[in-house]
């Protein structure tokens, strides 16, 4: 492993061919963990009060089984034609055997996870700490589309990630000491627990998830308590921006929920990388230091 942290050239194409394949995997994680929560809680509910329907999918679903089919005529996908983009191109985005248009988003997720865990590498070179935040940024992507599509950041990924940040910094990886890993995670968590209760306070209405408030605190372990200003600053910058784009094409209202947490991912993972020299550069420009 040493050798192939020497290695920036060999580091770098290695990660992005990774992320290429990981791609492919958080296609499924994406599409499939909401539904498994959501039988998850039907289950519950049917267990706990009766008059609430069992839920309607009775067989194992998870994110191994079923295996990979088409959804229109439920053909197993063969490895063949399950390989990350390629298989896309030369299927012309149409299943093999009933010509069901396959979305060009699934390529796009692989072709994007390769990208942005190339650009880390090529950021961060060869480390522990590097290969950490590669997988930081695969939960990322995760969270990002997850919330898009269903305004949901599921515990499975917002909690072990909160601790790994921690575990990183215990095991001496991380360039953030376990104190402020600790203390990050507690003050990510609590401001916008209490910008959250503010606003219900005020409005009697919720204002966010508490999805936002873990995956904040996730971050601030990573980062430590001092770039999570830096965080929230650009989340809402880029969130406002993008609210008001969706608002345009889509045609909601203001009155419509929007997710807070793929900006969070966003400002998280640019933090990561660069919240250092975007702090020094404020710091010079405007304040004079």
Known sequence: MDLLFQSHGLYIGLVTLFGLIVGSFLNVVIYRLPKMLE?????????CFSEFPAPKQQTAFNLSIPGSHCPSCQTPVKAIDNIPVLSWLLLKGKCRHCE???????????????????????????????????????????????????????????????????????????PVSLYDAVIGAMAGYLSLWSVYQ??????????????DFKLLAALGAWLGWQPLTLVVLLASFVGAIGGIIIMR?????????FSFGPYLAVAGWVAILWGNDIIDWYLTQYIGL
């Open 39 to 47: 039988q998850q809680w039907q289950q519950e509910c049917h267990e």
């Open 249 to 257: 094409v889509s045609g909601k209202g203001k009155d419509h929920p």
């Open 100 to 174: 069901a248009k396959i979305s060009i988003r699934y390529p796009l997720v692989e072709l994007m996870t390769a990208a942005i865990v190339g650009v880390t590498a090529w950021v961060l070179p060869g480390s522990w700490w590097s290969l950490a935040v590669v997988f930081a940024t695969f939960a990322l992507i995760a969270l990002f589309f997850i919330d898009m599509d269903t305004l949901l950041l599921p515990d499975q990924i917002t909690l072990p990630l909160m601790w790994a940040g921690i575990l990183m910094a215990v095991l001496g990886y991380s």
């Open 198 to 211: 503010a606003f219900r306070l005020l409005t009697g209405k919720e204002g966010m998830g508490f999805g």
